[in-house]
């Protein structure tokens, strides 16, 4: 009974202190792992002494093998296989290549520099070689970093871990049974992930034809069948081919997300807690298993070998597995900086100390520190700068660019024309193949077809958008169109026209902002704009007269005869939403009803045909007499 009280107590103070600790970094926007590992430490025999993982017995490894496929079945859940499909080639080069260039590297610097002996550099190697998903995904969350180089990021942190865990017992059987033949390795490497990977998509299609025809089984019991079948699939694995197991979980989670399954997203919400409790109570237990003094017996060749891994190994593996793509050099920078190790390899780690130590093979404790070494290098160099990297080389999603609207009107083609103007990406959407004509005549890209279809708002290149906009007549599909852009492709800054409150319809739940102001009449202003009843302004909010100035279009908004389209701030062009908080320095360009009818227009010397000018106008103007000179030296009328 005490023993058993005794297991308890660990239990409960890892799991208090693994969601003290995601609680803590949520609230101090910190990636988790960073206060996981503080935690572990601080709470170990090496510190507080109140956690001591031996004492679980052969129950740690367990918790180990079913928390990790919990995690990379996870993992497999958010890989996109469209996404995937845009980076396919380097991502397959990371996987593959990649992990070459690593396990060389790898080996090399502990050998030379750790002073490791080959057998155990080269188990060290193959064991780093995975970086850590359930790091990089938080950690790509907190940033926003621009969607190819998260989609990149997260593809190898979710494949290569299969990959990389599988190699590492291939090696460590090749270390134990030192006469194995190098080719029954790579042969037993390859039998592992083929079995893995056709288990796997075995059982994925299984768990959606579950999700999808067992309408009698309530959603929380069909979570519950999912989990269930996920675990007898890993055990099914692992008994037919030791350590295929990982690779299974992956490819299940990969085929259930990309089968179209209804209520998917209550799925990932469950899979995503069970991840978060399994990731904070592993860390907890592993980092309180660390030796500190293990660690700083390690000496200065270990911290140099995990120096030459963070600074020359990484970035020839991103420049050898991406010269031949489309990124830029920032995002390759990027892609060299952010590597952080995770759950898989410490527990991997871990295990294998246990296996070495128990054939009496020296070396077990020695690869667990210097394991953890390169974890704690890489999440607190990487994990805690990578926000600030990121701003630096301008590659976070709040600089992407380029405009996808759905609705081909006349104010659409407007807006459309500025961005054009400014040399960004531009693709309109409309089922009205007589749209083609006025998009042609402005030589924009217009895709004739629906926006409700997922593979058309794919074609239209969303996912590297930084803008989409809806503003069909039709306000509630507008609205739905929105969300669906949203949920799908998640672009930094979703847009619409539909008659409702902005207050009460735009939340932090559904991302999408009212487009320009609240009830926009946007047949009214097409018709405005067929007639040629508008003039196209331009003003820039001076701090001196900023109330006045912002208390001058807002009444003109409140008369219906003003409609703000664009502001422009820290020289970037954004469509302006309904709720929009001025600041000193925006420049506004917006649509100022005019009355005057066409005959008047006719006289005055002003056609039908005459295209709109950007102009300062003086019907919202309305500035000082001793600024005109001002202005019209320095704001002369632009097309």
Same mark, same amino acid.
């Given at each position: ?10 239990? =409960? ?76 080639? /380097? ?79 291939? =090696? ?15 042969? %037993? ?28 089984? /309530? ?22 081919? /030791? ?21 998917? #997203? ?9 991840? &978060?409790?399994?990731? $904070?109570?592993?860390? &907890? ?15 200065? %060749? ?29 995002? +390759? ?14 527990? =991997? ?5 246990? /296996? ?6 020296? %070396? ?8 953890? *070494? ?8 990487? %994990? ?8 630096? *080389? ?27 103007? #400014? ?38 290149? *969303? ?47 559904? +991302? ?22 508008? +003039? ?15 208390? #001058? ?42 009355? #005057? ?38 704001? $002369?009328?632009?097309?």
């Amino acid at each position: 009974m005490e023993a058993s009280f005794e297991i308890t107590q660990q239990m =409960v103070i890892a799991v208090f202190a693994g969601i003290t600790a995601q609680v803590l970094a949520a609230y101090l926007k910190l990636p988790s792992i960073v206060l996981l590992l503080v935690f572990g430490i601080l709470l170990g025999s090496d510190a507080f002494g109140l956690l001591h993982p031996h004492l679980l017995g052969t129950g740690l490894e367990v918790i180990v093998a079913l928390a990790t496929a919990i995690i990379l079945f996870e993992g497999g859940l958010n890989l996109d296989l469209r996404e995937l499909g845009k980076v396919s080639v /380097s991502l397959q080069l990371l996987v593959t290549l990649g992990t070459l260039i690593t396990l060389l590297g790898g080996s090399m610097a502990a050998h030379w520099l750790g002073e490791f002996p080959w057998n155990i550099a080269f188990l060290y190697a193959s064991i780093i070689v995975v970086t850590g998903p359930t790091v990089v995904g938080p950690l790509l969350k907190q940033i926003n970093v621009d969607r190819q180089v998260a989609t990149l990021l997260e593809g190898e942190g979710v494949l290569i871990d299969p990959v990389g865990a599988i190699l590492a017992f291939v =090696v460590l059987d090749t270390i134990l049974n030192s006469n194995a033949d190098p080719i029954d390795a790579i042969i %037993g490497l390859l039998l592992r992930l083929g079995v893995g990977a056709a288990i796997g998509a075995a059982g994925g299609y299984l768990m959606s034809l579950i999700f999808k025809r067992a309408d009698v089984l /309530s959603l929380e019991l069909k979570n519950l069948v999912v989990l269930a079948v996920l675990w007898s699939l890993f055990t099914l694995a692992q008994m037919i081919r /030791s350590e295929s197991g990982v690779m299974t979980t992956v490819i299940a989670g990969a085929v259930f997300a990309n089968s179209s399954v209804p209520e998917e #997203r209550l799925l990932r919400r469950f899979k995503g807690q069970l991840t &978060i409790l399994s990731v $904070s109570v592993l860390f &907890i237990l592993l980092a309180a298993d660390l030796s500190i003094a293990s660690v700083l017996a390690l000496g200065w %060749g270990s911290l140099f070998t995990v120096l030459v891994l963070m600074f020359i190994v990484r970035p020839i593996n991103i420049l050898c597995c991406t010269w031949n793509s489309d990124l830029n050099w920032r995002q +390759k920078l990027f892609l060299s900086w952010v590597a952080p190790r995770g759950i898989v390899s410490a527990s =991997v780690a871990s295990l294998f100390a246990i /296996s070495l130590t128990q054939r009496g093979v020296n %070396g077990g404790e020695a690869i667990k520190a210097l394991v953890f *070494l390169t974890i704690l290098m890489t999440v607190f160099c990487q %994990g805690l700068t990578a926000g600030t990297i990121a701003k630096w *080389l301008q590659i976070t999603s709040k600089e992407a660019t380029g405009l996808v609207v759905v609705g081909c009107n006349p104010l659409s083609l407007l807006i459309a024309r500025f961005f054009q103007e #400014r040399g960004e990406a531009v693709v309109m959407i409309d089922t009205d193949p007589e749209c083609f004509a006025q998009a042609e005549a402005q030589n924009l890209r217009l895709i004739a077809s629906s926006a409700l279809d997922t593979a058309v708002l794919e074609e239209a290149g *969303l996912a590297s958008m930084g803008t989409f906009l809806a503003m069909t007549n039709n306000g509630e599909v507008n609205f739905v169109l929105a969300q669906r852009a949203a949920e799908e492709f998640n672009p930094p800054r979703v847009l619409a026209v539909f008659p409702r409150d902005p207050q009460a319809s735009t939340s932090a739940e559904n +991302k999408v902002d009212q487009a320009f102001v609240p009830d926009l009449g946007i047949k009214t202003w097409n018709e405005y704009l067929n007639s040629g009843r508008v +003039k196209l302004g331009t003003t820039t909010l001076d701090e001196e007269e900023f109330s006045n100035q912002q208390n #001058r279009i807002q009444e003109k908004i409140r008369t219906g005869d003003l409609i703000p389209l664009l502001v422009e701030r820290e020289k970037r062009l954004q469509i302006i939403p309904a709720a929009i908080d001025w600041q000193a320095g925006d420049r506004i360009i917006y649509l100022l009803h005019d009355p #005057r009818s066409n005959l008047l227009k006719r006289l005055s010397g002003a056609t039908q045909s005459t295209p709109l000018s950007l102009e300062k106008l003086p019907e919202v103007e309305q500035v000082p007499v001793a600024k005109l000179a001002e202005l019209s030296a320095s704001d $002369s009328p632009s097309a």
